[in-house]
């Protein structure tokens, strides 16, 4: 079933979320070649080292020469420079100037790291009951009780300081509190319910940039990020505690919530119902103890307020009980996707249609224009090209219209480049090539941030239904409920149905009858659907529900019996439904397709994805309209589609490739029809001289064990992370290395720097040479080499004056003079100990190959390349770019066709006689040549020439093989911290190290089209 009207069109104001409004398809023509910079894909810029105003001017000028023209400032483990300080606010200001001079856009972050709410440790410095009184209830079978219950046979009395616990009916409740944590600044996390506690954060936070940036904030700084505050409870099977909870439960509930505790944690009492108000509770405390006070302040700065709260764990409220509700209350409402993992369960990232068709319900029904995403963070070094487009396509055509790349690392130094990598920096060998991505999401980000999306169903989320199977150890009715829900929506979006999800709390705020009709704030819809899973509705949805019915208005309810209210029982009831939900305008619907439908002045726009790596997408497609164009993200460039009438309105197919994505506008003005497609015969050309391939860049290896010596004792073949651990916990950081995984309060790591002269280690990294092999061009590579004295074999070797590789903060030593066949020793020496003496691998770089023996690689000349993969070749931890050419006869006049068979690599460049010709990315990895139309360069076709043609292709590698991990269980896309840490207890055999088959495997082919 599909409804729909057309032309609905709202005049926004700036503060949701769009300062530029485009509601008919002229502006968005007018537009698209080059967007504002407000469409601009926008990374965190990571600030996790020393910073300079000659890093600033660097990334910037990497960001605006790959096309990005914005960017979040966001702190993160690893920063040297004091959070908040005034070198801070100095190095903020330089970085708004700087932006503001190349017409860029820059967002702020409101907290050094995350959760947002301590303010990197100032909150609770500041406010010690933020933390000091508790932020959890625990049932524990003996004492100390913050209350103690005895059973009654009509219930439980409060016994509290008039028994002692451990008796039969008996019940002890205690206090938990969040730990000290080095990840919170040293300190516990805040109370985020506790009144006051949000008002300290943003006076600690933003009161420095109100000063420092002045009538820039909410101009040149449009707005600010928030980053997973939670009420999470602490403690295992602990529930959520906050000072005046029973007070205000009875104040909202009228009864008792503290004699009603059991029913929290087990199935006692009215357990349902008194679950359910708890989490209905939990939920108003904590939007007006966190959202309010945000978005009034945001609204009186006249700044846009985004971010995003940990919406994985629905339907356990035990982060947040409704996270469609908070986002309410952004101006630019914002979820996360992580990692390169494709699921479409209910807890899943990349594939949980839920989540962002959460974010995209909001924004619709209350007027936000702007959906944010955070998005790729985790993914690993190996994430490609067509991850990152199949990835950003499927969250943009299912609402997300606001690209937030996570992340983009200032530095890498020490443990910084294991922080969920990748980065969208200088250090990884794509970047050059970025600006293709980039255009073209922000030109989807302009194209679907036009005009309005408008469902004409509404499916209720049974959030409320849940919370009655949430608490200490939830039900597995929970589950099942976010189960049901999750394969019932998920079979929707499958079908093509249209439609918005409904949130309880913003219903009662923002629902109303009209008519026949269930409005929600700016939309009005003429189906509601109650889906498996519904047990449960709050009282003003009832109501509005009882009354709609009353009017007329259509209801299909795919759940069965009474429904509860409020978690209490009733006697409401709703026949199920038997209607299978569809969209008429669909046929022939085949593989992982996914739509959206955007309503403009003069048209109707349609996006379409194949989110499949693996199968086409396939479908008939129906519309109004009198015209149909093709609107080309890539290049901005507006051509006509092909479409036939038929009864009054327009069918057009689509067939998608694997990752394939289309955008359409559907005129309602008569437009020239698109020239049918001739076939192209095809006509391999046959290349001139034999396939030559070529290494780029040196070749490395990088060595992750060595021998410590500390205070006097060595100890052999230990894997740098347990090294550096050793040697951290000896000079008394309890927690290990101080700069990772942990925030610094002001300079509370620097103010440690103190160390006696003696102090310090030494560390040794081996590594072997062929025998007979004397490499004249090796180097050895040393993060930050001020800080140690190095030798190989005995002798001192310096770092290169001006010279790095990899990160400026990576010194280069050539060491060619002092190798030899055999075993070599490389030492660094740290004297005296500094806090930033971060005990990381080293790397051996240069014209050599290495081949893998019973403990790790042995260097050995390097080796003639042929097709293959790399590691297979002596390049196991090449992460660069390898060229294969191969020499053409060709006609200038010519249009010619490159076709990549089998090939490993984040993406490959193609390049006519030593120049960039465009970039293959995704399937069906080809590009045209000799055709003004190439997607990726126009102008490629004026590289060719008549006659002797150099065609080359370069596949690029990633840092994976060099910079990890490499070692342990390893699970594909998903790649934390914690993989990096994990490694067996001496070298192992080269042959186990976890490294991508990057290669060109057979020859690449020309043909040309006639």
Known sequence: MLLRVAGLFLTLAAMTGASVTIDSYARLKELFP???????????????????????????????????????????????????????FQLVRYTVDKAKKLGMQAWLYDENSYPSGFAGGNVPAQMPESYNQGQGLVLQPKGPCKILLR??????????????????????????????????????????????????????????????????????????????????????????????????????????????????????????????????????????????????????????????????????????????AMYAWHQVPGIDMLFNQFNEGVNAQFGNVRSVKELASVANQLGRRRRLSETYGGAGWELRFEDMKRLGDWEYVLGVNMMNQHLAFQTILGARKYDYPQSFSYHTPWWRHYRVLAEYFARLSLALSSGEQINRILVLEPTSSAWMYAGSSPHPQMMEIGTAFQAFITRLEAAQVEFDLGCENIIKDHGKVQGARFAVG????????????????????????????QNGGHLASFGAGELRIDGGASTLKFQPSAQELVNPDFAGIEGKLFHQRREL????????????????????????????????PFTGRITPFPARSKAGRL????????????????????GPAAKPDAPAAAHPVEPSAPLEVKRLAPNAIRIDYCDLTLHGKTEEDIYFFNAADKVFKAYGFADGNPWDAAVQYKTAILDRNKFEPSSGFEATFWFDIADGFQPSNIRAVVERPALWKVSVNGKPVSSQPGEWWLDVGFGVYDIAPHVKSGRNALKIVARPM????????????????????????????????????????????????VSYARRYSLARASRYKLVLGKWSGTMAEVRVNGESAGVVGWQPYELLLGDKGSW????????????????????????????????????????????????????PPGQDYDQEPYGLMEPFRLVEMR
């Open 34 to 88: 080059k967007p504002p910079a407000e469409f601009s894909t926008l990374p965190f810029f990571v600030w996790n080292g020393e910073l300079t105003e000659a890093e600033i001017d660097r990334h910037l000028a990497n960001y605006a020469t790959q096309g990005i023209q914005g960017f979040f400032i966001h702190p993160r483990p690893g920063l040297i420079t004091p959070y908040l300080s005034d070198r801070w």
């Open 522 to 549: 700016k939309r009005t819809y003429d189906l509601v659907v109650l889906p498996p899973g519904t047990e449960n509705l709050d009282s003003p949805t009832a109501q509005l529900l009882r009354q709609y019915r």
């Open 651 to 670: 069918e057009f197919s689509v067939e998608l490739p694997p990752a394939g994505s289309l955008l359409l506008v559907a005129g309602e003005a008569p």
């Open 936 to 987: 990726a360069q126009p102008a490629a076709g004026g590289l060719l020439k008549n006659g002797d043609n150099l065609v080359e292709v370069l596949v690029y590698g990633s840092r994976k093989n060099l910079l990890g991990p490499h070692h342990g269980t390893i699970s594909p896309g998903k790649v934390t911290p914690a993989l990096f840490r994990q490694a067996p207890s001496g070298m």
């Open 834 to 881: 500094s806090v930033h003496n971060e005990l990381e691998p080293v790397y051996v770089i240069g014209d050599f190959g290495a081949v893998a023996q019973t403990k790790g690689f042995r260097l050995v000349p390097p080796t003639k390349l042929t097709l293959g993969p790399w590691k297979e070749q002596a390049l196991p931890f090449y992460s660069d770019s």
């Open 151 to 324: 059973r009654t046979p009509g219930g439980f009395e409060d016994v509290t300081g008039k028994a002692q616990p451990g008796g039969s009916g008996l019940y002890c409740f205690e206090l938990t509190r969040y730990p000290v944590r080095a990840w919170n600044g040293g300190f516990p996390y805040v109370d985020l319910l506790l009144p006051g506690v949000t008002q300290k954060f943003i006076e600690i936070t933003m009161r420095g940039y109100e000063k420092t940036l002045g009538a820039d904030l909410g101009g040149a700084v449009p707005g600010i990020f928030t980053d997973e505050p939670n009420i999470y409870a602490p403690g295992r099977g602990a529930v959520k505690y906050t000072p005046d909870l029973f007070a205000r439960f009875r104040e909202r509930w009228g009864y008792d919530l503290k004699t009603n505790l059991p029913s929290l944690f087990e199935e006692t009492g009215d357990w349902r119902k008194v679950r359910h108000n708890y989490y209905a509770l939990l939920l108003e405390l904590f939007i007006e103890r966190w959202s309010k006070p945000w978005y009034e302040y945001t609204q009186e700065k006249r700044i846009l307020w985004t971010g995003h709260y940990w919406e994985h764990g629905w339907p356990n409220p035990i982060h947040g009980p409704d996270n469609m």
């Open 601 to 632: 002045s003069g048209g109707e726009l349609w996006f379409l994805v194949n989110s499949s790596l693996d199968a086409p997408a396939r479908a008939t497609v129906k519309t109004s309209g009198k015209s149909l164009t093709k609107l080309d």
